[in-house]
């Protein structure tokens, strides 16, 4: 199976922006999903989980009360909704499918005015 991220950009400080991951290649609907990001110098770090059942969530401190994981089973497509973005969260953003070696190639998010 393979995920392919969009949706990354050029965004202000105090914006939003939504992600989206869209899964081929196996059962969607059986499998739970993270976004991962990675600032220039640092480590991949965890930043959402999705679980298989639509209402199980978990976040990182920093994401958590700012950004939203969801998926649609029909759309096969994991999205991370993210406001009030600030510099430090400026990265590349990785769809990882749990328990597995799947990872998308990554989609750039800069915050900068």
């Known amino acids: 199976g393979h995920l392919v991220e969009s949706g990354g950009g050029l965004v202000q400080p105090g914006g939003s922006l939504t992600l989206s991951c869209v899964a081929a290649?196996?059962?969607?609907?059986?499998?739970?999903f993270q976004w991962f990001r990675q600032a220039p110098g640092k480590e991949r770090e965890h930043v959402a989980t999705i679980y298989s059942t639509h209402t199980l969530t978990d976040y990182s401190a920093s994401a958590k009360g700012r950004f939203t994981i969801s998926r649609d089973n029909r759309k096969e497509t994991v999205y991370l909704q993210m406001t009030n973005l600030k510099p430090a969260d400026t990265a590349v953003y990785y769809c990882?499918?749990?328990?597995?070696?799947?990872w998308g190639q990554g989609t750039q998010v800069p915050v900068a005015s």
């Open positions: 290649g196996f059962t969607f609907s059986g499998a739970a």
């Open positions: 990882h499918r749990m328990h597995s070696e799947t």
